[in-house]
């Protein structure tokens, strides 16, 4: 029998959860849930790594998350992201000083550029 969807929606939300409650609603694979989950400031870089694989619209939560890894946050204009998903994206990154400048600067630009393009503007690649 399938949880109520609500409790779970609810529970993908907590800020507390536990690696067996993840699993669970992981494994419950409902979109609301799930892109619920993706939102979770609190889910790790690996569960963010497995929402993104199953693409639509939790991908697309779960590449915002702050706690994305850096490559799945490339993949998206900077001003998309949260000021603190970018400064984990540059503390990921180890970052200069002049490359955290160009990146910062490039949140308020409402271009079409991706991070992982200003990074490498930023980089020099």
């Avoid at 989950?37 to 702050?66: F, K, M, Y």
């Avoid at 998903?85 to 308020?108: F, P, T």
Wanted: charged content about 20%; cysteine-free; glycine content about 6%.
């Amino acid at each position: 029998m399938m949880e109520d969807l609500s409790d779970l929606w609810s529970l993908a939300a907590r800020e507390d959860l536990t690696p067996a409650q993840v699993e669970r609603l992981l494994a419950d694979g409902r979109e609301p849930v799930l892109t619920t989950l993706a939102q979770n400031a609190s889910i790790s870089a690996d569960v963010i790594e497995r929402l993104a694989d199953g693409g639509g619209s939790v991908r697309d939560s779960a590449v915002l998350n702050p706690n994305a890894p850096a490559a799945l946050k490339e993949t998206v204009a900077p001003w998309q992201h949260t000021t603190q998903a970018l400064m984990n994206y540059l503390d990921e990154k180890n970052a200069s000083v002049s490359e955290r400048a160009v990146i910062l600067a490039s949140q308020g630009e409402q271009g079409t550029e991706t991070l992982g393009e200003v990074w490498a503007r930023a980089h020099g690649a």
